[in-house]
Every structure is written in C-alpha cells, then in structure tokens.
C-alpha cells in the first residue's frame, strides 16, 4: 500500500479499518522515493518523505522543489 507521507492520502484501507475516510485516494498514483530508479528527487525539500501522491507532488514540482535527473536520450541541451 501506498501512504502519502505529505497530506496522508493513501490508497488501500488497513485491514481492521473500521471506516473510509476522505483520505483514501485509491485512484491517485503514489511516487516512493527510489533514486536510483527513478529520474525525479525531493529529498532536498521533504528529506523523511518516502512516498508522495500525485497531489503532492505537483505541488512540489510546480515549486521547483523536485529535482530531476538530467536524461541523456531526451533533452541535449548546447
Ligand atoms: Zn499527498
């Protein structure tokens, strides 16, 4: 399961959940802070966060807050 560690949204209730709340989000897509795997970094600005939902991070990105990883085969910048 996914836990937006930002705004708390998530996307599979617990098991013994007695009841959903508005923060399940099972349609959202969730973002895990792989680095290694992945092209984008928000370490810098959310340093404990191990995952975010979609929300979140476009919040992030659009504040200039997620660093992405220069792409060789898209972008060549002269
Ligand atoms: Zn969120």
Redesign the pocket.
């Known amino acids: 399961m996914a836990y937006?560690d930002?705004?708390?949204?998530y996307d599979q209730a617990y098991p013994h959940q007695l009841s959903i709340d508005g923060s399940y989000q099972p349609d959202l897509y969730y973002y895990w802070d792989y680095p290694l795997e992945e092209d984008y970094d928000w370490r810098a600005a959310r340093p404990q966060h191990d995952c975010?939902?979609e929300?979140?991070f476009d919040i992030l990105n659009e504040e200039g807050k997620i660093k992405w990883k220069e792409c060789a085969s898209s972008q060549t910048v002269q």
């Open positions: 937006c930002e705004c708390g949204n975010l939902c929300i979140c």
